[in-house]
């Protein structure tokens, strides 16, 4: 325990420096040097509480905060609607332009960048021992019509700030550390969320649908992924796939997009469970027919089936006993859709979420009777009860979210766990990987849209408890 003795003025980087020189050779030293307590109560494994003068150090870990704001500001300006709204889809011009800003950026802090068959970025800074799974940290930075500019990029150019941090104090990671840009976690072009992440995560099904997708202007994936210099000949999209154990851990950094921080005023989130989303597309068939004409009892009205539908959507996740659960119908297309033509045809598109995959799985099924049922009543077909997707909730991993807290602690940054309701590409690096995710505050939680706000105190607050979560999962 000699190093506790160190005085506590020491730098920082020093410390590192010579706590991470040290953790190549401890892996082959004896269970009884002194020097391993030490590196595990830096690292945090197995759990303690880190030494006082551990804390007084991080506490200056220095994240240049201007800098790393002037960054989020230039990456929005690659965007096809003007600011302070962020438009940004897959494959796009200003999508090639922002890859290129941040593969730029990359290269500058001294990673290596590679890509993959469609796109998702890796910039890797290599440990000590390079051969072990690394650590990753990383999100998205495609954003959906007129959105904001923090959703996803405090993660991207955050990573970066954090892998940073860590070099200027002269830490020096045992596991190689990996900051990932995950490709189309919005599904605004093709209608597939976390496309990067999901094919990552070794989805055969979409590996299949990418054949055949297209986008609203019938352009193929694989056209569009070309266009921007992917997927190119042969195209071997399961080249994407990760194996299991890749990585030792994921981590991303995320903007909440809910209120619950900013209201409580607590500066960090570390998230359990993410909820997971399950998506249902309907069409009901009617008769149609003159709005005056045709009698009340002769109607076959495929509009009212619609919506009698979207009030059961609602009845069945209230009666779930849960406040974890939702359903929303954010799509109902009416056809012909004059006011005095009856509705021969009706479109409804529904998402429901739990952090419960079964008690959501229940909802679905009793949307799906209702659905027929609702048609047998009115005596309109049913002509599709589609689930476009059922994707299982993730839990984060108990390693991860100890790091998180015990980074927080280190940091005497206020923190609470919470389960992130809003999916990220998270949920899919928990198929591949442990995972969990730190949230930070937003402007009255509002994201999605241009007065999305985080302030630079509270996205530095988040990329410090992300270098030193960082730090300790590196060296475990
Ligand atoms: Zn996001």
């Known amino acids: 325990m000699r190093l506790l003795r160190l005085s506590p003025s020491l ?11 040290v953790s190549a050779v401890l892996a082959r030293a004896e269970e009884e040097d002194p020097t391993i307590r030490t590196m595990e109560e830096f690292s945090g494994y197995p759990l303690r509480e880190s030494p006082s003068w ?15 704001q002037k960054q989020i500001d230039e990456l929005a300006s690659f965007s096809d609607t003007p600011a302070p709204s962020v438009t940004r889809v897959l494959y796009t011009d200003k999508d090639v332009m922002a890859r290129r800003y941040v593969k730029n950026s990359m290269g500058l802090a001294g990673l290596s960048v590679r890509e993959d068959a469609v796109g998702n970025i890796f910039g890797r800074w290599d440990g000590l021992e390079p051969e072990l799974p690394a650590v990753a940290t990383g999100s998205h930075m495609d954003a959906i019509p007129y959105s904001g500019k923090y959703d996803g990029v405090v993660g991207v150019l955050g990573a970066m700030e954090a892998i940073k941090v860590l070099r200027r104090s002269g830490f020096k990671p045992k596991r190689s550390l990996e900051i990932i840009v995950f490709t189309s976690e919005e599904p605004t072009r093709f209608g597939i969320s976390c496309l990067g992440s999901r094919l990552m995560a070794g989805s ?12 609203s202007q019938n352009t193929s994936f694989l056209d569009a992924a070309k266009y921007a210099g992917y997927a190119q000949d042969p195209v071997d999209l399961t080249s994407v796939f990760l194996k299991k154990g890749a ?6 950094l995320h903007i909440e997009q809910g209120p619950i921080l900013e209201e409580e005023g607590v500066s960090i989130g570390i998230v359990t469970a993410i909820a997971a989303p399950a998506s249902i597309k309907v ?6 027919g003159h709005a005056g004409a045709v009698l009340m009892p002769y109607r076959n009205d495929a509009g009212l089936a619609a919506a009698e539908l979207a009030l059961a959507v609602e009845k069945h996740v209230l009666q779930s006993g849960s406040i ?27 998402d429901t979420r739990d952090i419960d995959e079964e008690r959501r799985n229940v909802v679905m099924e009793k949307i799906h009777q209702s659905a027929i049922r609702i048609a047998r009543d009115r005596g309109v077909k049913l002509a599709e009860f589609k689930i476009v997707n059922q994707d299982p909730p993730a839990l984060s991993d108990e390693s991860v979210i100890r790091a998180m807290e015990s980074a927080s602690k280190d940091l005497k940054l206020s923190h609470k766990l919470m389960i992130s309701r809003a999916y990220h590409d998270s949920l ?37 408890v992300l270098a030193l979560t960082l730090a300790k999962l590196s060296l475990k």
Not at 11 to 21: A, D, H, I, T, V
Not at 247 to 252: D, S
Not at 324 to 350: R, Y
Not at 435 to 464: A, L, R
């Open 247 to 252: 990585y030792a851990g994921f981590v991303e």
């Open 428 to 464: 899919f690096m928990a198929r591949v990987s442990p995972m969990g995710m730190i949230f930070i505050p937003c402007y009255k939680g509002y994201s999605h849209k241009p007065e999305e706000h985080s302030s630079i105190q509270d996205i530095t607050n988040g990329v410090k």
């Open 11 to 21: 730098p920082l980087g020093f410390l590192l420096l010579f706590l991470s020189s």
């Open 54 to 68: 551990v804390a007084d150090s991080l506490s200056s870990l220095s994240v240049e905060s201007e800098n790393l």
């Open 283 to 288: 069409d009901f068939e009617g008769s149609g």
């Open 324 to 350: 974890d659960t939702v359903g929303t119908v954010g799509i109902l297309q009416l056809h012909p859709g004059a006011i005095n033509s009856i509705p021969s045809k009706s479109h409804l598109e529904i």
């Open 204 to 215: 055969k099904a979409l590996l299949k649908e990418l054949e055949t997708t297209v986008d």
